[in-house]
């Protein structure tokens, strides 16, 4: 099992940026896809952005494509979310995850959360 620890968040004005981390230990983030969920105040917990083991593959929910970015270093056994432009919107916490089976964008398809990373987009 892997454990899985968020952090990078805060608060930041609109259009600015924030990257976040999600630094893996147990078992290798390496062995995994891993993905960012976000959860608004209220709200479920939604597909954010995924990216495979090798990092050669990635998707992303369509509120954020153009303006975040995934990627992964396993020698750090590390995962980012690079954030730009930021929008009220984007406000929730963030969660990293390891994937496990099913439909990328889906929840119950990861494992091992992490206790998750507050951004707030605000003036």
């Known amino acids: 099992q892997v454990q899985l620890v968020e952090s990078g968040g805060g608060l930041v004005q609109p259009g600015g940026s924030l990257i976040l981390s999600c630094a893996a230990s147990g078992r290798t983030a390496s062995s995994y896809s891993m993905g960012w969920f976000r959860q608004a105040a209220g709200k479920e917990r939604l597909f954010v952005a995924r990216?495979?083991?090798?990092?050669?593959?990635?998707a992303y929910t369509d509120d954020v494509k153009g303006r975040f970015t995934i990627s992964r270093d396993n020698a750090k056994n590390t995962v980012y979310l690079q954030m730009n432009s930021l929008k009220p919107e984007d406000t929730a916490i963030y969660y990293c995850a390891a994937y496990a089976r099913g439909g990328y964008y889906s929840v119950t398809s990861y494992h091992s959360w992490g206790q998750g990373t507050q951004v707030t987009v605000s003036s």
């Open positions: 990216i495979s083991m090798s990092g050669g593959f990635t």
